[in-house]
């Protein structure tokens, strides 16, 4: 194990900040459960109605976790919580563990470290330090959060403490994942292909009889019932499964020649398909998983939104805070939270749109954009496909989330009409979205280095959603958002012009773009 | 030799910066009909800007570029169909395989000889059926060779193709190329290797800071060159240091270590054979070598902009 230490120090130093904020950003996912439901509901019988009504919201105890003590704060923020937060350590850990490990030695470099005087296991045992160091800190950061809240401190430092033992589960999960893969995106995928699978077992489990949540390690977590009966036993699970799979990744490493794998790639076609012959056919073929990902994954925000029906009147409780939140149109409160719902679910499909958007950048940089345009496509013709391909699939995962939405709350309410209903309403937001795409776009033709800062503009668009009319910010600062110019249908009437407003921008942000994309150097590392 | 007013690759006077980096610095090339021609250069002379710039990639900031007689800025996609381009460092889509990748650059090319397509791939012994992400460097080049050259094009621009190739499919390369002439075609062939351009090319350019600082023939350029040789003989070799175009001759006993013209080579190995050669290595200069010894200085990446 010579020059694990010496290892260990240069992992710290080049992850501290992305470590950082992985733990602030968990640490504020738990926190702010707490800060927001203590302000939702003025009286303990407004909260007690809410907590019986979500406990019986499948979709919610699907989305969530077994649903215990859901009327006190230390159990909301278990509830809603946990879950999520297992993913998102867990993701830490996989990146961490992904990037010392299986990139390295694809790079090259792992190589040179194994030639200079470091024992064989050294990367592995340092990443393992490395990511264990993370987790921990992630789990004191949580606790800390939590007790000073005030929450009872045995179970909040038990909610670190899981935190941190899940991590280190996933952890074991992707360091053996990064020796089984023979590339990064293989070790993420199997990585991933098991975070996915604890929470779909989990979520099976808590709806029906419980049985499946024994079988994942963030059913395990959530078996600890913080602030319900608080029990130490299951961390006993997590810790030996952690133990199993990193002691699995030891043997498999030690067993496995350099830069091979155990799994190997499955082979693909040899031929191209008749897709694969237009500019249009190779985006779509590019991004299609992520359209029907996106799709999918708003068809389903939108269902549990929409599967609350007409109850959200007792969710939202009564207080100022809920008031500001989702009655920012005025009118019934259903109406207002819906008109809200579809909001959050275009902030969402413009995610897409984003990622969608700066991708020929990606593409740019990693130096393929070179070999395509060094055929017979145009630089126009090129970009024009990919500006189609944002176009559709954000209306398409737009769509796909008003559809949830309608299906959702005729589901609930048996009211059949609100599938046209919410669907027709959600699509107008299509041009808010368009507009952030479009400055993607702009950025890409006139200042590429910078086109991810779109992303910028999303956060900003989602700052001035959630705190605007809360922290009652300046109306010209609200209005820099698209998003806060549409009619708020169903609480209000729908008006044309902000939306044709709205859509021209997009176009014109878009074309600009295009037209600087004409006349500059294609960048090349 | 004077431009031929069809000449498919005509430079002249071509300046490219990149913010204070001069990349390209009055650069003149020209590239007859039917030649291969060497383009060599130290890294960071700009051999990739000037085949950059001749596919419309990047934009010249003076100078004038004809690329098959047209304006490679102006007409890029037009002409791109009559040329195939490989890349030094090919970058793949991980989640396309390489077949995919030949079939889709050769159909946005206007077309693939399959005949050609699956000779092709055979001789340089690719398996097409693996993704991007999978493939190492010398594959992924493999993969743009194959679609370049299965395409029918007059005209191929490679940059340093056979950077990350082993020795076998090097050589399966040159026949390619050779193939490639002999029915007529056009290359510019970019490279830092003297070795590899004098196998192949007809006529060489040497770039040096952004400028072209030599061209002609390979005999012509020949008197640049020197092969450093190391030798251990059985008996003391004598008489090297008598001997024409022998420089920095260092013996010690039996092992001798110098320089020779590589136009006197014959007449030193006869000397050394006579003395019972038992192991020997002949190594031909780099190309920083030979700049040192005949520009005096040292490289430089690029030329920073002066106030001048
Ligand atoms: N996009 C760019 N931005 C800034 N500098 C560049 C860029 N491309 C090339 N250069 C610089 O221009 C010079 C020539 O580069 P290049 O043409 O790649 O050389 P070669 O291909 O001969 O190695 C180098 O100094 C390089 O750093
Ligand atoms: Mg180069």
């Given at each position: 194990?010579?020059?694990?230490?010496?290892?260990?120090?240069?992992?710290?130093?080049?992850?501290?900040?992305?470590?950082?904020?992985?733990?602030l950003g968990i640490t504020l996912l738990y926190w702010s459960q707490a800060v927001s439901?203590?302000?939702?509901?003025?009286?303990?019988?407004?909260?007690?109605?809410?907590?019986?009504?979500?406990?019986?919201?499948?979709?919610?105890?699907?989305?969530?976790?077994?649903?215990?003590?859901?009327?006190?704060?230390?159990?909301?923020?278990?509830?809603?919580?946990?879950?999520?937060?297992?993913?998102?350590?867990?993701?830490?850990?996989?990146?961490?563990?992904?990037?010392?490990?299986?990139?390295?030695?694809?790079?090259?470099?792992?190589?040179?470290?194994?030639?200079?005087?470091?024992?064989?296991?050294?990367?592995?045992?340092?990443?393992?330090?490395?990511?264990?160091?993370?987790?921990?800190?992630?789990?004191?950061?949580?606790?800390?959060?939590?007790?000073?809240?005030?929450?009872?401190?045995?179970?909040?430092?038990?909610?670190?403490?899981?935190?941190?033992?899940?991590?280190?589960?996933?952890?074991?999960?992707?360091?053996?994942?990064?020796?089984?893969?023979?590339?990064?995106?293989?070790?993420?995928?199997?990585?991933?292909?098991?975070?996915?699978?604890?929470?779909?077992?989990?979520?099976?489990?808590?709806?029906?009889?419980?049985?499946?949540?024994?079988?994942?390690?963030?059913?395990?977590?959530?078996?600890?019932?913080?602030?319900?009966?608080?029990?130490?036993?299951?961390?006993?699970?997590?810790?030996?499964?952690?133990?199993?799979?990193?002691?699995?990744?030891?043997?498999?490493?030690?067993?496995?020649?350099?830069?091979?794998?155990?799994?190997?790639?499955?082979?693909?076609?040899?031929?191209?398909?008749?897709?694969?012959?237009?500019?249009?056919?190779?985006?779509?073929?590019?991004?299609?998983?992520?359209?029907?990902?996106?799709?999918?994954?708003?068809?389903?925000?939108?269902?549990?939104?929409?599967?609350?029906?007409?109850?959200?009147?007792?969710?939202?409780?009564?207080?100022?805070?809920?008031?500001?939140?989702?009655?920012?149109?005025?009118?019934?409160?259903?109406?207002?939270?819906?008109?809200?719902?579809?909001?959050?679910?275009?902030?969402?499909?413009?995610?897409?749109?984003?990622?969608?958007?700066?991708?020929?950048?990606?593409?740019?940089?990693?130096?393929?954009?070179?070999?395509?345009?060094?055929?017979?496509?145009?630089?126009?013709?090129?970009?024009?496909?990919?500006?189609?391909?944002?176009?559709?699939?954000?209306?398409?995962?737009?769509?796909?989330?008003?559809?949830?939405?309608?299906?959702?709350?005729?589901?609930?309410?048996?009211?059949?009409?609100?599938?046209?209903?919410?669907?027709?309403?959600?699509?107008?937001?299509?041009?808010?979205?368009?507009?952030?795409?479009?400055?993607?776009?702009?950025?890409?033709?006139?200042?590429?280095?910078?086109?991810?800062?779109?992303?910028?503009?999303?956060?900003?668009?989602?700052?001035?959603?959630?705190?605007?009319?809360?922290?009652?910010?300046?109306?010209?600062?609200?209005?820099?958002?698209?998003?806060?110019?549409?009619?708020?249908?169903?609480?209000?009437?729908?008006?044309?012009?902000?939306?044709?407003?709205?859509?021209?921008?997009?176009?014109?942000?878009?074309?600009?773009?295009?037209?600087?994309?004409?006349?500059?150097?294609?960048?090349?590392? | 030799?004077?431009?031929?007013?069809?000449?498919?690759?005509?430079?002249?006077?071509?300046?490219?910066?990149?913010?204070?980096?001069?990349?390209?610095?009055?650069?003149?090339?020209?590239?007859?009909?039917?030649?291969?021609?060497?383009?060599?250069?130290?890294n960071g002379s700009g051999k990739s800007t000037t085949i950059?710039?001749?596919?419309?990639?990047?934009?010249?900031?003076?100078?004038?570029?004809?690329?098959?007689?047209?304006?490679?800025?102006?007409?890029?996609?037009?002409?791109?169909?009559?040329?195939?381009?490989?890349?030094?460092?090919?970058?793949?889509?991980?989640?396309?395989?390489?077949?995919?990748?030949?079939?889709?650059?050769?159909?946005?090319?206007?077309?693939?000889?399959?005949?050609?397509?699956?000779?092709?791939?055979?001789?340089?012994?690719?398996?097409?059926?693996?993704?991007?992400?999978?493939?190492?460097?010398?594959?992924?080049?493999?993969?743009?060779?194959?679609?370049?050259?299965?395409?029918?094009?007059?005209?191929?621009?490679?940059?340093?193709?056979?950077?990350?190739?082993?020795?076998?499919?090097?050589?399966?390369?040159?026949?390619?190329?050779?193939?490639?002439?002999?029915?007529?075609?056009?290359?510019?062939?970019?490279?830092?290797?003297?070795?590899?351009?004098?196998?192949?090319?007809?006529?060489?350019?040497?770039?040096?800071?952004?400028?072209?600082?030599?061209?002609?023939?390979?005999?012509?350029?020949?008197?640049?060159?020197?092969?450093?040789?190391?030798?251990?003989?059985?008996?003391?070799?004598?008489?090297?240091?008598?001997?024409?175009?022998?420089?920095?001759?260092?013996?010690?006993?039996?092992?001798?270590?110098?320089?020779?013209?590589?136009?006197?080579?014959?007449?030193?190995?006869?000397?050394?054979?006579?003395?019972?050669?038992?192991?020997?290595?002949?190594?031909?200069?780099?190309?920083?070598?030979?700049?040192?010894?005949?520009?005096?200085?040292?490289?430089?990446?690029?030329?920073?902009?002066?106030?001048?």
């Amino acid at each position: 194990m010579t020059g694990t230490w010496l290892l260990v120090r240069h992992y710290v130093r080049r992850d501290r900040w992305m470590v950082l904020w992985w733990a602030l950003g968990i640490t504020l996912l738990y926190w702010s459960q707490a800060v927001s439901v203590k302000g939702l509901y003025t009286t303990q019988a407004e909260f007690d109605r809410a907590a019986a009504m979500m406990e019986t919201n499948t979709a919610f105890v699907a989305m969530a976790g077994p649903a215990r003590a859901l009327n006190t704060i230390g159990g909301q923020v278990t509830w809603q919580a946990t879950a999520f937060g297992a993913i998102t350590v867990g993701l830490m850990s996989m990146f961490l563990v992904v990037r010392h490990t299986r990139a390295e030695e694809e790079t090259g470099r792992d190589e040179l470290l194994r030639a200079a005087a470091v024992g064989r296991q050294a990367t592995t045992a340092a990443t393992l330090v490395v990511a264990l160091l993370a987790n921990l800190l992630v789990g004191a950061m949580v606790a800390l959060s939590l007790v000073t809240f005030p929450l009872a401190a045995a179970d909040s430092i038990a909610l670190g403490v899981g935190l941190a033992a899940v991590g280190a589960v996933f952890t074991g999960t992707a360091l053996l994942a990064a020796q089984l893969g023979s590339s990064p995106r293989a070790a993420y995928g199997l990585t991933g292909a098991v975070m996915g699978a604890a929470y779909v077992l989990r979520a099976i489990g808590d709806v029906g009889d419980g049985t499946l949540s024994w079988l994942s390690p963030i059913g395990w977590y959530q078996g600890m019932h913080a602030f319900s009966g608080l029990r130490w036993w299951p961390v006993l699970l997590l810790l030996a499964a952690a133990a199993a799979t990193t002691v699995g990744a030891v043997l498999v490493f030690a067993r496995r020649d350099f830069g091979a794998g155990v799994l190997v790639d499955r082979p693909g076609p040899d031929r191209a398909g008749g897709l694969l012959g237009t500019p249009e056919g190779l985006a779509w073929r590019l991004q299609r998983g992520s359209v029907i990902g996106w799709s999918a994954g708003l068809f389903l925000t939108g269902l549990s939104y929409g599967s609350l029906g007409d109850d959200v009147g007792d969710l939202m409780g009564d207080s100022e805070m809920s008031r500001d939140l989702f009655a920012q149109a005025g009118g019934a409160l259903v109406d207002a939270f819906y008109a809200t719902a579809i909001l959050m679910l275009a902030l969402l499909a413009c995610g897409y749109a984003v990622s969608s958007a700066i991708r020929p950048r990606r593409d740019e940089d990693e130096g393929r954009v070179e070999v395509l345009l060094a055929t017979g496509l145009s630089r126009q013709r090129w970009l024009l496909a990919q500006v189609l391909l944002t176009v559709a699939g954000s209306a398409l995962v737009l769509g796909a989330g008003g559809l949830g939405l309608g299906i959702g709350f005729a589901l609930t309410s048996g009211d059949s009409g609100a599938v046209g209903r919410y669907f027709v309403a959600t699509l107008p937001l299509l041009a808010p979205v368009l507009v952030l795409s479009g400055l993607a776009r702009l950025l890409f033709g006139v200042v590429p280095r910078w086109t991810s800062l779109a992303w910028a503009g999303l956060l900003f668009a989602v700052v001035i959603l959630l705190f605007g009319p809360l922290f009652k910010m300046p109306e010209w600062l609200q209005d820099l958002s698209p998003f806060h110019h549409l009619a708020l249908v169903p609480a209000e009437p729908f008006r044309w012009a902000p939306f044709l407003v709205l859509g021209a921008i997009a176009a014109a942000l878009s074309v600009a773009g295009q037209a600087a994309f004409r006349r500059r150097d294609v960048e090349v590392r | 030799m004077l431009a031929d007013v069809s000449a498919p690759i005509e430079i002249a006077g071509l300046v490219k910066h990149f913010g204070t980096v001069h990349a390209l610095d009055g650069l003149d090339l020209t590239v007859a009909e039917g030649e291969v021609h060497g383009y060599l250069g130290p890294n960071g002379s700009g051999k990739s800007t000037t085949i950059r710039v001749l596919l419309g990639l990047l934009r010249a900031d003076e100078g004038s570029v004809r690329l098959l007689g047209g304006d490679p800025w102006r007409e890029a996609a037009d002409l791109h169909r009559r040329l195939a381009y490989v890349p030094g460092d090919v970058s793949l889509w991980p989640n396309l395989t390489g077949g995919e990748v030949i079939d889709l650059l050769g159909r946005l090319r206007g077309g693939l000889d399959e005949r050609r397509r699956a000779e092709l791939v055979e001789r340089f012994e690719l398996d097409p059926t693996k993704k991007g992400r999978t493939y190492s460097k010398g594959n992924r080049q493999k993969v743009a060779l194959v679609a370049a050259l299965a395409s029918d094009v007059e005209l191929l621009l490679l940059d340093e193709p056979t950077s990350g190739l082993d020795p076998l499919m090097g050589e399966v390369f040159e026949q390619c190329v050779d193939e490639f002439r002999e029915q007529g075609g056009t290359a510019l062939l970019s490279s830092h290797v003297l070795a590899e351009v004098e196998q192949l090319c007809d006529r060489v350019s040497i770039l040096r800071s952004g400028r072209c600082v030599e061209t002609g023939t390979l005999s012509e350029l020949r008197h640049l060159t020197r092969t450093t040789v190391r030798a251990e003989t059985e008996r003391p070799p004598g008489g090297l240091a008598s001997l024409p175009g022998v420089h920095d001759l260092v013996v010690e006993g039996r092992r001798a270590a110098f320089e020779v013209d590589t136009a006197e080579l014959d007449t030193v190995l006869g000397v050394l054979h006579a003395a019972g050669i038992r192991t020997m290595s002949a190594t031909p200069p780099t190309l920083e070598e030979l700049f040192l010894r005949h520009y005096g200085d040292a490289v430089p990446t690029a030329a920073p902009v002066d106030a001048s």
